[in-house]
């Protein structure tokens, strides 16, 4: 996914290509079709969501760089955007962090939830909520250094590299327990 990852921010055709190689390797662990169906699936409905404002915003706030995307306001009644102003006002670090957080959560909950009928639901509920803040704190990362340059390539590659450690940890977990 380290590669895949950075590949699928920048042509979104290879979210397609993930999806199932995901498909193939969940359908495969678990001996089961369906689920790798319901991965598949789940990884093109969670991923299709916007993330670049929050990126754009964790950037500049972390590298003093300009905006790349500017605040959108029209989600402010609904979504992402209304639980993340519930916590924190608008275009903050940490209405940043809290709303890639939990866009990162819909994306990955969306494409491991039918894992939840073949591993421990709590340990797969920790793999869910680390993929989940991954990407702010890979933003963070991405950071250091690069003036916001190459940031959000950076951060990409850098939670790639996270996402491999986190599923092949569910696909050890799965091996082991079955």
């Not at 793999?127 to 890979?138: A, E, Q, R, T, V």
Request: a neutral charge; hydrophobic letters at 50%.
């Amino acid at each position: 996914m380290y590669w895949l990852n950075r590949l699928r921010g920048t042509h979104s055709w290879w979210a397609k290509v993930i999806a199932i190689f995901l498909g193939l390797g969940f359908g495969l662990t678990t001996w089961n079709p369906y689920i790798g169906v319901a991965v598949a699936v789940g990884y093109l409905a969670g991923e299709s969501m916007a993330w670049g404002e929050w990126i754009g915003g964790l950037i500049r706030k972390y590298t003093g760089v300009p905006n790349i995307e500017n605040p959108r306001r029209d989600g402010l009644k609904y979504g992402i955007q209304w639980i993340a102003t519930k916590f924190y006002d608008l275009d903050t670090t940490e209405y940043h962090f809290l709303s890639l957080a939990i866009r990162g959560f819909y994306w990955w909950f969306l494409t491991l939830v039918s894992l939840y009928y073949v591993m421990n639901p709590v340990v797969l509920t920790i793999g869910i909520l680390l993929l989940s803040i991954g990407f702010p704190i890979s933003v963070k990362l991405g950071c250091r250094d690069l003036e916001g340059k190459d940031a959000w390539n950076e951060a990409e590659y850098i939670y790639g590299g996270f996402q491999d450690v986190i599923l092949l940890s569910i696909v050890g977990i799965i091996f082991l327990t079955s």
